[in-house]
């Protein structure tokens, strides 16, 4: 078997052709049927005149033609840039541009931003995937099929442009072996295991993120699972697919959690399904023993990046699920925590000291779009940027963003430390800490907090509770009650946006 990430999906559709592949509403597709129409795409995109190593951007939601178009793209061995179909049409404009990408395929609900966004891009055609030039693509491939594309071992398969916390979004690239590396890491994990051929998968996160794309999607058609397409994460519709469909694993985000937590019938739900895993933020140890006393089952969490393809790490290594761990590296990859001072780890590190995740193996990306910068050093370490810890069971425990360490008075203060504080008072729903410049302290730690729905909270009753549980330089000298905070599309607080949402100075008390 070659590298390409589409032969996944041939393989399965080989050992099981007439099996249920895909469900989208009340429409089922065979996994004969999406191998021949990706064949049929892949051969019509070639025809088209697109060639090995050029970008195709997706601007869609989950649905069967994004499977199709991202698969069909992989086997003709084009290069993948999906995108958020809630981009306004300026920020899909500047990653057209970035990408170079030769087509953009929209839907409906898309299509305008789509053209206005690569009005002034000439070399970019836009494909709605309900207009007879797309279907045209798939009826030519299939009238003169041509052979796959023949790529070399580091070829690109995804160009996934991260929000970052500021500045200009960098696209991550992300070779066809990264991709397939990150999944039999997964598979291989057995006790328990990860995606089998007889599981009926959710796939509500979404596919333009590589957690949906490549852990849910990919994983699952490398097994040969049935996956229940959903585009939209509503908390009581999503339980009823699960219910309907014997939905047997669902991969989620915090927030999807602690919505359903609040949804009536959840344990009646949740009676088939035998694997929880969640990512893409921390999950809350409240949320995951409201959960697992809901409905008596526990959620397995992980952690990983964009560019790790995605994930580094997982409860399900260890198959103990463990509330505020992210679990043991998969195996395959090697991780170092390394010290302020950027040295080497000692012989024998101190377990419980903090240090920037570095990881090193075949899933790693190839550095930034276009020129590699910002990837693996000459022995193949990348530097997170994120901060962690070991416990005596040797489970991680991620502290924080490097980036978002806060520095008072010269000692580092970890701001998911402070959230677990805060997270912690009765009433609260949401926290975001972080650093604002100050004169007399280097930095001030300012505590963003989001009531529950009928709490009411004051700035005192946060500071009260911080004084209690967190050495004075630690406690919140700023703190607001806030309506929201701004999420990235997997859930995680997205704080490279609080300052435009509240102001650079508006975090008053």
């Not at 970019?124 to 045209?136: L, P, T, Y």
């Not at 693509?137 to 796959?148: C, L, S, V």
Request: hydrophobic share 45%; net charge negative; with cysteine.
């Amino acid at each position: 078997m070659s590298a390409n990430i589409a032969d996944f999906l041939r393989a399965s559709a080989r050992r099981h052709p007439d099996a249920v592949c895909l469900v989208e509403g009340d429409r089922t597709y065979s996994w004969a049927d999406v191998d021949r129409e990706v064949d049929a795409c892949a051969s019509g995109l070639s025809a088209r005149g697109l060639h090995p190593g050029e970008r195709v951007a997706l601007l869609l939601g989950n649905s069967y033609h994004f499977v199709i178009a991202y698969f069909a793209a992989a086997r003709a061995g084009l290069v993948t840039v999906p995108l958020n179909p809630a981009y306004t049409s300026a920020e899909v404009a500047v990653l057209l541009a970035d990408s170079g990408a030769r087509m953009l395929v929209v839907q409906p609900a898309t299509r305008k931003v789509g053209e206005e966004s690569a009005a002034a891009l000439p070399g970019c055609d836009v494909i709605s995937v309900d207009d007879a030039e797309w279907r045209a693509i798939g009826a030519t491939g299939a009238a003169t099929p041509r052979p796959d594309a023949d790529l070399a071992d580091d070829a690109l398969a995804l160009l996934l442009f991260t929000a970052g916390t500021s500045g200009r979004p960098k696209g991550a690239m992300l070779t066809h072996a990264a991709l397939r590396a990150n999944i039999d890491m997964l598979l291989a994990l057995t006790d328990p295991p990860a995606v089998v051929d007889r599981d009926v998968v959710l796939v509500v996160l979404p596919m333009f993120h590589v957690y949906g794309l490549n852990t849910v999607l990919g994983t699952a058609m490398a097994a040969g699972a049935t996956c229940i397409l959903s585009d939209r994460f509503d908390p009581a519709e999503s339980l009823n697919v699960i219910s309907a469909h014997r939905v047997t694993t669902v991969a989620g985000a915090p927030g999807m959690y602690q919505a359903w937590c609040a949804t009536p019938g959840l344990r009646e739900a949740m009676a088939t399904v035998r694997l929880l895993s969640s990512g893409g933020a921390p999950l809350p140890e409240t949320v995951f023993a409201k959960f697992a006393e809901l409905t008596g089952l526990e959620i397995f969490e992980g952690y990983g990046m964009t560019e790790t393809a995605p994930v580094v790490a997982t409860n399900l290594v260890s198959g103990r699920p463990k509330p505020g761990s992210v679990g043991r590296p998969l195996p395959g990859l090697e991780i170092r925590l390394v010290d302020d001072s950027g040295e080497e780890p000692d012989d024998e590190p101190d377990e419980a000291a903090p240090g920037e995740l570095w990881v090193r193996g075949p899933s790693v990306f190839k550095g930034y779009w276009p020129d590699g910068a910002g990837g693996p050093d000459a022995e193949g370490w990348f530097r997170s940027g994120d901060v962690a810890y070991a416990d005596d069971d040797g489970d991680l425990h991620v502290v924080d963003r490097r980036r978002e360490v806060i520095l008072v008075n010269g000692f580092n203060v970890y701001p998911r430390e402070i959230e677990l504080v805060i997270d912690s008072l009765e009433g609260v729903a949401e926290t975001a800490v972080v650093g604002v410049a100050d004169d007399l302290t280097g930095e001030a730690v300012t505590a963003l907090v989001v009531a529950r729905r009928g709490a009411t909270l004051t700035p005192e009753q946060i500071a009260e509770h911080c004084a209690t549980r967190l050495a004075r330089f630690k406690c919140p000298t700023v703190i607001r009650v806030v309506e929201a905070l701004p999420h990235s599309a997997t859930g995680k607080v997205a704080k490279g946006r609080l300052r435009d949402v509240y102001g650079d100075t508006g975090y008053g008390t």
